[in-house]
């Protein structure tokens, strides 16, 4: 059974940078069929993708165009998790945060439980 | 980038109501959509992949239909446990873009 569990804090001050753990468990982030991604939902902005991690004889990254300046994502082998850093984080970047497993078909079938992010002073 | 446009933005319907919710690409992609149920604090849920096949354990009130730019989910019965926002999903390729979701209320 695949089970992901997200890790981090819930309240981050303005510029400063949002950091997001995802824990693995009955799969691996080196996973040559998954791909590891980070979402977030808003009121305001409903759900958005802000990209991927996979390894596929290397390491790969795809990012929104919206957030790519600013995000990067560190998959560990070690410690079977990766995870997501957004710099410079404004109010804008209040959200729930998810992260979730990406199987054939592009299909997001396993999620984390979701950490609300807060961005203020 | 290819948008992804959801209608309506929300909606009122009773238990038993037939409900359709349609989503639009701004170019084709072909059969590459997927759709998602959400709950307030809960994760998405995934009902639909490639456009029309049924998720394994979703109901089978819930299917999906279309290809290329015009996509539909439909609710045939519309249960209690059905009221929540509902969001596609574009597969084709990155980014990998949702529509701007559909919430389906108690009238």
């Known amino acids: 059974q695949i089970q992901l569990q997200q890790s981090g804090p819930g309240l981050v001050k303005p510029s400063q940078t949002l950091s997001l753990t995802c824990a693995i468990s009955?799969?691996?982030?080196?996973?040559?069929?998954?791909?590891w991604n980070w979402i977030r939902q808003s009121p305001s902005r409903g759900l958005e993708w802000l990209g991927r991690?996979?390894?596929?004889?290397?390491?790969?990254?795809d990012y929104a165009e919206s957030v790519k300046s600013r995000i990067t994502f560190n998959p560990d082998t070690s410690k079977n998790q990766f995870s997501l850093q957004l710099n410079s984080v404004t109010p804008e970047d209040t959200a729930v945060y998810y992260c979730?497993?990406?199987?054939?078909?592009?299909?997001?079938?396993?999620w984390g439980q979701g950490t609300l992010v807060t961005v203020s002073s | 980038d290819i948008q992804m446009t959801q209608s309506p933005s929300s909606l009122s319907a009773s238990v038993g109501d037939r409900v359709t919710i349609t989503c639009r690409a701004s170019?084709?992609?072909?059969?590459?959509l997927n759709w998602y149920q959400h709950k307030p604090g809960k994760a998405p849920k995934l009902l639909i992949y490639?456009?029309?096949s049924l998720q394994s354990g979703v109901p089978s009130r819930f299917s999906g239909s279309g290809s290329g730019t015009d996509f539909t989910l439909t609710i045939s019965s519309l249960q209690p446990e059905d009221f929540a926002t509902y969001y596609c999903?574009?597969?084709?390729?990155?980014?990998?873009?949702f529509g701007g979701g559909t919430k389906v209320e108690i009238k």
């Open positions: 979730a497993r990406e199987g054939a078909l592009t299909t997001f079938s396993y």
């Open positions: 170019q084709s992609i072909s059969s590459y």
């Open positions: 009955g799969d691996s982030v080196s996973s040559n069929s998954a791909a």
């Open positions: 991690t996979y390894y596929r004889s290397k390491w790969y990254n």
């Open positions: 490639k456009a029309s």
């Open positions: 999903q574009r597969t084709d390729s990155t980014p990998l873009t």
